[in-house]
């Protein structure tokens, strides 16, 4: 995907109405709710703010648009045909993992969550180990998405490996010699989460600025604003194996994705509701497509939507509200109907199950990504790591 380049993003965004602790950023906040801000800052703020949420009013939705032109929709078609055709690991290669000094402490990065939350928290924890010039390799012993977690503690507790099982290496593998002899030595170190969370500077909001250049990944600019630097490096970072490439390029190109332009919709639900967030409805969605559907679409042109959800409920709703508009989703070839994720359940899935459940939610990433209008949710990682994939 190309450097510094991004195209419209729509934030559905339900905004707390109890007392934050905004500091600063009040003022940034306000903008967001009158929809002045672009793409990159409304992120920004979202994770910048962190309430404890109690209630939510839909009324404060905004939409928040950056209009493209024909340039963008090329851009969109020869990002994905790249992505295709694998050229994306020869554009972005793989961090050095391996280059730390000799003798140089190794950092455990913990593994936790939804695979956005966990891949976002290797993110940031990648970014803080390159900057002191420590290798770091990830840890799953206590992730949900990790199949030995379902039987509870291995020896090493890293069974079935996810990260591994799905994507290029990120990070060092737990059989590196760097990552053995920091282990039997115990120059090593777990860094929990809130160590590249609690500061803004940490988490790399736009707020910062930084010239990173690290023996493992170096950014090309000078100065670089803190999510440039992370959507740059999530590119360098983040690969799926070529099996995984291959049947989310298929899935796209059976969809129609590289074929036209189209709104693509991500609706989260499931367990989210643990959370106490109220969800908008599809009304909602509906009426932001609604005000974008002329930016995309030709006069008479029936407005193609891409739905991604972990709910395939919300898809006959929406195809109830606009019966005339075409939907695609890959809830329509699911073998079993997903009614909303839960990462409880994730343990208890067998292999077929995982299998089914995470190659569509790579096509659905993918699918956001190459959208040209996003209509996405700001309480979820899913909205924030499609944001980071676009090009």
């Not at 969550?113 to 010039?133: I, Y």
């Not at 959800?309 to 075409?326: A, F, G, I, V």
Request: hydrophobic residues 40%; aromatic residues 12%; contains cysteine.
């Amino acid at each position: 995907m190309g450097r510094g380049f991004y195209v419209a993003l729509v934030v559905v965004a339900t905004i707390a109405l109890v007392t934050l602790n905004l500091g600063s950023n009040k003022d940034r906040f306000h903008r967001v709710l009158r929809g002045v801000l672009t793409a990159p800052e409304v992120l920004d703020v979202l994770e910048s703010i962190t309430p404890k949420p109690t209630q939510f009013d839909t009324r404060q939705v905004r939409a928040i648009v950056k209009l493209g032109n024909n340039k963008i929709s090329k851009r969109l078609s020869d990002t994905a045909h790249s992505f295709c055709d694998g050229n994306d690991l020869v554009e972005y290669p793989l961090p050095k993992y391996d280059a730390c000094p000799p003798n140089s402490t190794l950092n455990v990065i913990p593994f936790f969550g939804g695979m956005t939350n966990a891949l976002k928290f290797v993110v940031l924890g990648a970014l803080m180990s390159f900057e002191e010039n420590r290798c770091f390799t990830i840890s799953e012993k206590d992730a949900h998405l990790n199949p030995g977690h379902r039987f509870g503690k291995t020896k090493n507790g890293e069974m079935g490996n996810f990260v591994d099982h799905f994507f290029e290496g990120i990070g060092l593998p737990h059989d590196h010699p760097i990552v053995k002899e920091r282990m039997a030595s115990g120059n090593y170190v777990v860094r929990e989460w809130r160590q590249y969370w609690d500061s803004l500077e940490r988490r790399r909001t736009s707020l910062h600025n930084f010239n990173y250049n690290t023996s493992m990944y170096s950014h090309p600019a000078a100065n670089v604003d803190g999510v440039t630097l992370k959507r740059d490096f999530i590119r360098h970072m983040w690969h799926l194996l070529p099996s995984y490439r291959d049947s989310t390029c298929q899935a796209l190109k059976d969809q129609g994705i590289f074929d036209t332009d189209y709104i693509a919709l991500s609706v989260r639900r499931g367990d989210k509701t643990a959370e106490h967030f109220a969800f908008p409805t599809m009304r909602v969605y509906i009426r932001e497509a609604e005000n974008l559907v002329r930016h995309v679409f030709k006069d008479g042109e029936i407005p193609k939507i891409f739905v991604a959800t972990d709910d395939c409920k919300t898809l006959h709703e929406l195809r109830r509200l606009r019966p005339q508009w075409t939907f695609i989703s890959q809830c329509d070839l699911l073998a079993e109907i997903q009614t909303g994720y839960d990462i409880k359940k994730i343990p208890k899935m067998n292999g077929k199950q995982r299998e089914e459940h995470f190659r569509k939610f790579f096509v659905e990433l993918y699918a956001l990504a190459f959208s040209k209008l996003y209509i996405g949710v700001a309480y979820t990682n899913v909205a924030w790591w499609a944001f980071m994939m676009r090009p």
